[in-house]
């Protein structure tokens, strides 16, 4: 069973960054493709971003703001979001091998002034 786990999380200002981490049980290698996804209230859950073999997708409303990275050593996933806006606010979740394999917990990102 894969583990998922994101961190980094939380309260920012409109215009602000965080960055999301997601830590995985196993390697990556195996657990490609790598994602961010995220529901916000009332709304269906959406690709935010995916990441394999170094490849990058984006959702169109982050592109140029956000921006997923992966380091293989680590079994880790990263997430930065720049230039945060209120629309953003939303449970995000890791993801492992596309919708139909592993999710992590979830961490609430809350863009607000």
């Known amino acids: 069973q894969v583990q998922l786990v994101e961190s980094g999380g939380g309260l920012v200002q409109p215009g602000g960054s965080l960055r999301l981490t997601c830590a995985a049980s196993t390697s990556l290698f195996s657990i490609f493709p790598m994602g961010w996804y995220r529901q916000a209230p009332g709304k269906q859950r959406e690709m935010v971003a995916t990441i394999r073999s170094g490849l990058t997708n984006y959702e169109d409303s982050v592109k140029g703001r956000f921006t997923i990275s992966s380091d293989n050593a680590k079994n880790t996933v990263y997430l930065q979001m720049n230039s945060l806006k209120p629309e953003d606010t939303a449970v995000?979740?890791?993801?492992?091998?596309?919708?139909?394999?592993?999710?992590?917990?979830?961490?609430?990102?809350?863009?607000s002034s």
């Not at 979740?93 to 863009?111: E, I, R, S």
Request: positive net charge.
């Open 92 to 111: 995000y979740y890791c993801n492992a091998k596309g919708t139909y394999g592993y999710w992590g917990q979830g961490t609430q990102v809350t863009v």
